[in-house]
């Protein structure tokens, strides 16, 4: 399983086409390291990328929680898959992010892709600049989430 670190400012030229960072590809060890998938993200204005290994947990995951004869649960898939998009690295490294995707979260040209564990968001470099917490802000919530359960050992 894929564990993406850091923080990396990239451009989008106006095919939107980036540079991936190598770093983040030597951090990709999928079997399929050069496959994709992009979605907007359910609670930000960012995207989100998936390594096509990860983005098939993801399915099952979805798989085993819905029953698309639910009509609320089919809502939700409809619009969880809105505007996903396989995609693949070219041969010069480069990722081309449909321009629909990229004007869904007002991404026009620079860019930082952060990485989030299995997962790797894509932000306007501006909204992410914008959207930290301050310190202690961060330390009220990290003793929400991690104080107040018992932490599970994998």
Do not use: H
Request: net charge neutral.
């Amino acid at each position: 399983m894929n564990s993406f670190i850091g923080d990396y400012e990239c451009r989008v030229d106006e095919k939107g086409r980036l540079l991936f960072p190598s770093a983040l590809r030597k951090q990709n060890k999928s079997a399929s390291p050069d496959r994709y998938v992009v979605k907007k993200d359910i609670y930000e204005s960012c995207l989100v990328l998936f390594p096509m290994e990860e983005w098939e947990r993801q399915n099952a995951l979805i798989r085993r929680n819905t029953n698309p004869y639910n009509k609320e649960q089919a809502q939700f898939l409809r619009e969880f898959y809105r505007g996903t998009a396989e995609i693949s690295l070219d041969s010069n490294g480069r990722l081309l992010i449909p321009k629909r995707l990229l004007e869904m979260v007002n991404i026009s040209k620079d860019i930082v892709l952060s990485g989030q564990d299995s997962k790797i968001e894509i932000w306007s470099k501006e909204r992410y600049d914008s959207n930290g917490l301050d310190e202690q802000k961060f330390a009220s919530l990290a003793e929400k989430v991690l104080g107040s359960s018992q932490l599970k050992e994998e």
